[in-house]
């Protein structure tokens, strides 16, 4: 039995590696292409490793401002756009996570409708323009300020968490919200 064991781990060992060897190529060829010259690479002579070595390609590109612009854009899409969800997906985990609230299962699968029925790309972009938002950052932060995979996830966490953790935070005297960012999260 032992021996079957080991068996199939050695080969889901080499099995691993050659998925690993698969999906690292493509990222050393990329880096080899960018410490080459222009004209070796647009010979067809990079492979691997790079030829005529250089950092003339990261000059360009670094010396670039619409780089640095385009970059701070995606930090500021992410770091918002990760903040706004994860407050408005607490807000609602947290209440649909406790027993108390009498209507959570009716909201849930309301949220569960949402989930498989998802609305196309025409209609987002209808609201979107509604909104006035086109040609804003705010019109990539808004469609996803809140996921139902993300609402699940984190009322599943709220509700595998022992309940005298929130009966402890009231006997301290601490409301709802205090409960929620202090104590839960």
């Given amino acids: 039995m032992k021996i079957k064991g080991s068996l ?7 099995f691993l590696t050659l998925v690993g060897c698969l999906m690292v190529f493509p990222l ?6 960018s410490f080459s ?16 070595w250089t950092l003339t390609n990261y000059h360009v590109i670094l010396g670039d401002s619409s780089i640095w612009r385009a970059f701070m ?11 706004i969800n ?11 996570s406790r027993p108390e609230y009498s209507m959570r299962k009716v909201v849930l699968i ?3 409708i949402t989930m498989i029925f998802q609305a196309p790309l025409i209609p987002n972009y ?5 909104l006035h938002l086109i040609d804003s950052l705010w019109a990539l932060i808004i469609p996803s300020a809140i996921s139902a995979y993300n609402l699940f996830i984190m009322r599943s966490f709220f509700v595998a968490l022992p309940s005298e953790l929130i009966d402890s935070a009231r006997i ?9 960012w202090s104590v839960i999260l």
Avoid: C, W
């Avoid at 854009?73 to 903040?83: A, C, N």
């Avoid at 209808?126 to 509604?130: A, Q, S």
């Fill in 172 to 180: 301290d005297g601490a409301g709802e919200l205090r409960t929620m």
């Fill in 126 to 130: 209808m609201v979107i323009k509604n």
């Fill in 73 to 83: 854009v995606s930090v500021f899409i992410t770091v918002v756009g990760t903040l």
């Fill in 28 to 33: 050393l060829h990329v880096l080899a292409k």
């Fill in 37 to 52: 010259s222009s004209q070796a690479i647009n010979a067809g002579k990079v492979k691997l490793i790079p030829v005529d």
């Fill in 8 to 14: 199939f781990d050695g080969f889901n060992y080499i």
């Fill in 110 to 112: 309301f949220i569960l």
């Fill in 86 to 96: 994860l407050i408005l997906t607490a807000s609602l985990a947290y209440p649909l």
